[in-house]
């Protein structure tokens, strides 16, 4: 009797999982916003297949790549000596992980990383398209913007750059911070800004954000998850000549040459070059950063100063109660794509591949405005 009643339950259960895996697709295509996600995925991937099938590879950065990954796996340890036909190594050592496991996969041909690179392009585009399902900011069919870049594309399945996968292991840190995963969040943020530099941009607003969710102990444990990321990372580099690697890998005053520049192409090169140029653009960046902090970013805690004096009395208080805080979505997706989009106005040399920075923030920031539909 107890037999045929427990195999009376078990087969209740696996009716109920029945009907629950046969009742999620038409509850997923009752969404529209969903059922576009998933046809975009489909759709772009067959594009992207085409692309790598019939659009001839660009060369432009692979083979400087694959020429800095040979010096590092042949033992060479100095940031100095690493170097390729576009010239020395300028970025962290997160990069030359990642591009050793494509050389090791590919061999170092072009083809086999196009493809990885097209599974990359698919990767990233789903997670973006979770990011803007979370937020609920654009009606459905205008997900359909965030594939219509042709640039965006030929990026990742035609150059092969960095970008890529600094780009994806960002908006992979977004969305883990979405569900309130920062630790996890911060430790993937890291990783990003160990392949590419320009991740922090993001850094301002995410800081503002850290110190809104958590408390002192929860931001300086997070903080310090993503220094040692960074130390792991680059510790047989530290260990051998660490000046080196700082000077080369984190150099913030890098000079890009002015005839690969694109947003400020009309200015003159000797303007451009010259170090007031840049302290001018560094001041319109903190100054920027300042306003929409005091008057966006922490507007409903009066402002940016007043935000701060809070935290500090918070921290000297024994009451920690108020933390965490759990922060709306849009809030978080709104402060970070701004705040980088900000350091994109500021930046004082865009190239072509930059693009990837933040393309797919902007069908965001638009429909965060109060333009018309057809304006934006």
Not at 23 to 43: D, E, G, Q, V
Not at 140 to 150: D, E, G, P, Q, R
Not at 242 to 263: D, K, M
Not at 277 to 287: D, E, T
Request: hydrophobic content about 50%; overall charge positive; glycine content about 6%.
């Amino acid at each position: 009797m107890a037999v045929k009643s427990s195999a009376s339950a078990h087969a209740k259960r696996s009716r109920r999982k029945d009907d629950g895996a046969s009742s999620l697709i038409p509850k997923l295509l009752k969404n529209p916003k969903t059922a576009m996600a998933l046809a975009l995925l489909f759709i772009d991937s067959l594009l992207i297949s085409f692309i790598i099938a019939y659009v001839p590879y660009t060369k432009i950065d692979w083979d400087a790549y694959m020429s800095q990954v040979s010096g590092f796996l042949g033992g060479e340890r100095d940031y100095k000596n690493l170097k390729g036909d576009t010239g020395p190594l300028v970025y962290p050592a997160g990069f030359l992980y990642v591009y050793s496991a494509i050389r090791y996969i590919t061999g170092g041909q072009v083809f086999p990383a196009q493809i990885l690179f097209g599974i990359l392009y698919i990767i990233n585009l789903g997670i973006v398209l979770l990011i803007y399902l979370k937020t609920n900011v654009l009606p459905w069919w205008a997900l359909s913007l965030i594939c219509l870049s042709k640039r965006v594309h030929s990026i990742f399945v035609l150059r092969l750059f960095n970008d890529c996968f600094a780009m994806t292991l960002l908006h992979a840190a977004v969305a883990s911070i979405l569900h309130q995963r920062w630790h996890l969040g911060l430790i993937i943020f890291s990783a990003a800004v160990s392949i590419k530099m320009n991740v922090l941009l993001y850094a301002p607003p995410l800081f503002i954000l850290m110190l809104k969710a958590m408390n002192i102990s929860g931001v300086i444990s997070a903080l310090a998850g993503a220094a040692l990321v960074q130390i792991v990372l680059g510790l047989p580099f530290l260990v051998s000549y660490p000046t080196a690697y700082i000077s080369c890998a984190f150099n913030l005053g890098r000079v890009f040459i002015h005839f690969w520049s694109v947003n400020f192409k009309f200015i003159p090169e000797p303007i451009f070059v010259s170090k007031e140029f840049a302290v001018s653009l560094l001041i319109a960046h903190l100054l920027l950063l300042s306003v929409f902090a005091h008057y966006k970013w922490c507007k409903h805690e009066g402002g940016l100063f007043n935000f701060f004096c809070s935290r500090i009395r918070t921290c000297l208080s024994t009451s920690m109660s108020s933390w965490p805080k759990i922060l709306k979505k849009e809030h978080i997706a709104t402060t970070m794509f701004a705040g980088n989009f900000i350091g994109i106005v500021c930046a004082r040399s865009l190239h072509y591949q930059f693009y990837s920075w933040y393309f797919y923030s902007l069908p965001y920031l638009l429909w965060r405005t109060p333009f018309p539909t057809l304006l934006r």
